[in-house]
């Protein structure tokens, strides 16, 4: 049995236990048993655990609603290299008609629609998105223990799994990483200058205006890396950002902090931003504001940022109406980063859904380009790796409401190896030795968790 952390959450397990032991599984469908629970950290709590099936773990970037979730009631996923996200959400709204919006599916798409059957990205597939089994939830200061039941299931595994499951008191003190040796970049510095030089060619080429490029950094741990335990820290270090880990298997897991917003849905209420152009912050307050001013001046930054501006506003008269953005950016200010902020919303049209915000919206210019699919072709050309979930939708569908946000900040787990992704964009006037500084920039918090101590 579980260790308890006290006599209210004992209570709450207990009745869970016997509600599921009376309950009837559902031949067809789904079925949601929810108690009310004391409160417990989410993220600690799923760290804790050492069940060998999936975890799964989202926050959003307001911090009013999480969710850490052990084993999957279903999985909805895709091999098909050339599935597109309406498929997934024509597949979602299946499973979800007629029920109440308690029930979530969470995961996220791969950002090329390229194979990727084989290699490190495998257990993602072209799409995979799962209702928990078990999940454990804070929403707006309200704590649940639920068990998510479908014909899938077995009563007696279930059982078993939640006999497994421990309730003890976290200690406080998040799980050493292991230490991480020298890093390995693709493209390395030399190379990265060269491809640079070629978008900038291109640019001036009129083949697109702007491409996003991205590096992989690679790091290798001296033992296993507890995945969660890593977003512990990123999650102390950056608590302003939406925090995420998929981890379908023991040994694989994404995760991130991404500052970034590509939308919310409630209802036919839209929220979605641009999020583009980049200064560190300063080591003073006086420091951090001059470094503000430069980017809110900067010609170059400024254009960037437009461009994602400008295909948000060019996207949303096909399924929204009022839209409203203010006339310039502000700066959103995080750890590590400040970026230009732009917020828009809008009210979506009769017959508009998630899969025409999803195939529209994802990639933005802020990590694709413009125009859209000149810039895609040329990455996926050109980028010495996959980019997997890296920069794509990550986040949740329910039968009401949806919420994603571009994978930015990011890295995937593989036993001992930690790969972590970051891009920058290229206009003209673009410095291939200021981009890759940039890209440091953005890498700075899982930087300093895994070096920290080293």
Known sequence: ???ISSTEADQAYQLLLRDIGVQAIPTAGMTRIEVAFPPVEPLAWLSSQHASCGRYYWRDRAGYFEMAGISESDIVAAEDAHTPPGMLIKRLRTQLAGYDSDFRYYGGFRFH????????????KAYRFVLPLLELRRSNGQYTLACNLTANQDRQQVLRLLHEVSFAPCSGTIPALPHFGDREDAPRFEEWT????????AIEGEAFEKVVLARQSTFHGDGPIAPFALLQRLAVADPKAFHFCFAPTASRAFLGASPEQLYK???????TEAL??????GETPEADAALEQELLHSAKENAEHKYVVDAVYAALPRFCYIIQAPYSPTVMKLARCQHLHTPITGTLSAGADDSMLLETLHPTPAVGGTPKEAALRWILENEPFERGIYAAPAGWVGTTDAEFC???RSGLVRDNTLSLYSGAGIVTGADAADEWRELDAKLANFLDVIMKDH
């Not at 060269?194 to 060619?201: R, S, Y």
């Not at 849905?265 to 929220?271: D, L």
């Open 406 to 408: 571009v994978a930015i």
């Open 1 to 3: 049995m579980p260790r």
């Open 113 to 124: 629609s390229r194979s990727i059957a084989r290699g490190r990205w495998r257990d993602f």
């Open 276 to 281: 583009a152009g980049t200064r560190p912050r």
């Open 194 to 201: 060269a491809l640079v030089a070629d978008a900038l060619a």
């Open 265 to 271: 849905r409630s209802g036919k209420a839209i929220f």
